[in-house]
């Protein structure tokens, strides 16, 4: 059986690794990830381990992955009990060969609002992919990391993901943390399994809402209808644990202003709980936002809200702030980003707008 290596893949579906076909035949194993622990990582079992490691991936399909063999430890097959150790060198092979995505390091600007020598504080603007995929190759945030980083020893290691250890979707706006070296990776990382990370976002989101505060939870999945889609399941086997927590800042006519604290971090989840409550946000187009969802039907509140969907024509979400404890000082380390001019020109908008003089909207 011959045993190829190939680098990393970016935001690899580990699902559909492990549904690999079974033909019944010798099949060959083609290295996926490779991983050397930290000297100063602390026992833990490896399917814990690895899913904090490996974006995309549980702990149900690592303990099947390590059932299967598919997890080897210094080149020897381990089980899913099995404790990592310092130095240990953690390869997942599979029956198939991982796509060969080349990362192009691209000289595009980034907003940068901090940096030292482990790690840098990024503000993404909306529009920008973080890591390449299927239809964004090139353009992402990644790449705009490895030409920053190129000259650095972490990206020359051939990290597919230089320092990559969250991500917020494409057509959302704010804070991210990118980490310079494997140490601070693996630092950052547990912080986020921990749920020690303190993110804030902002949203605007349609309705007014019965309560000021709130937590919202759920097994988030995909939607058995739209793979494209997320949603809110009752039976964790469908979907991974999610927990936000809301507050009303301000309440308008027809949309409210609120604060979202996650304390798990999973694809979608806020959009996918304001959905799920009948809040969804503003100019969402993946979760019904992107309509009047509330409001009379009058032909000027549309042709209001049609302005509001031109002035920001994305799901009015912005990583607002992010707090979190730094990997090599230990001190606590705290940044905020404003709003974007195109969610606080629509948040004006509906500021200014009155419900007293809806009666001028009517036809």
Request: charged share 25%; with cysteine.
């Amino acid at each position: 059986m011959r045993y190829n290596k190939f680098k990393d893949e970016v935001d690899l579906p580990v699902e559909d690794e492990i549904e690999g076909s079974d033909n019944g035949e010798e099949q060959d194993l083609y290295e996926h990830h490779r991983i050397v622990v930290d000297k100063g990582q602390a026992m833990m079992r490896i399917d814990k381990f690895l899913m904090i490691r490996i974006m995309n991936a549980s702990r149900t399909k690592m303990q099947a992955a390590a059932e299967t063999g598919s997890i080897l430890v210094n080149n020897k097959p381990v089980k899913s009990s099995y404790k990592v150790k310092p130095l240990d060198i953690i390869s997942i092979v599979l029956p198939h060969p991982p796509k060969d995505t080349e990362i192009i390091p691209e000289d595009i600007p980034l907003k940068i609002i901090y940096e030292d020598d482990h790690l840098l504080i990024v503000n993404k603007p909306a529009g920008m992919v973080v890591h390449p995929g299927h239809n964004n190759v090139s353009g992402t945030l990644v790449n705009a990391l490895a030409w920053h980083l190129k000259d650095h020893t972490f990206t020359k290691e051939n990290n597919i993901r230089p320092g990559l250890v969250h991500r917020i979707d494409k057509n959302t706006s704010g804070l991210l943390v990118i980490a310079k070296d494997e140490k601070s990776m693996t630092h950052l990382a547990r912080q986020f399994f921990n749920h020690t990370i303190r993110r804030r976002y902002l949203a605007l989101a349609w309705g007014k809402f019965t309560e000021e505060e709130g937590t919202i939870t759920g097994y988030i999945g995909r939607s058995a209808k739209d793979r494209r889609v997320f949603q809110i399941y009752d039976d964790e086997a469908k979907g991974k644990w999610s927990i936000t927590h809301y507050k009303v800042l301000e309440q308008m006519s027809y949309v409210s202003l609120i604060e979202c604290r996650l304390e798990t971090g999973r694809t979608h989840q806020i959009r996918v709980h304001m959905k799920h409550t009948g809040h969804p946000l503003f100019a969402d187009d993946t979760y019904g936002g992107n309509r009047i969802v509330k409001g009379p039907a009058f032909t000027r509140y549309r042709q209001f809200v049609d302005n509001c969907f031109a002035l920001c024509n994305r799901q009015a979400l912005h990583a607002q702030s992010l707090g979190f404890i730094h990997p090599a000082t230990g001190k606590e380390m705290f940044f905020e980003s404003p709003l974007p001019d195109d969610f606080q020109q629509v948040l004006e908008k509906w500021k200014a707008f009155s419900p007293s003089a809806e009666h001028n909207l009517e036809d």
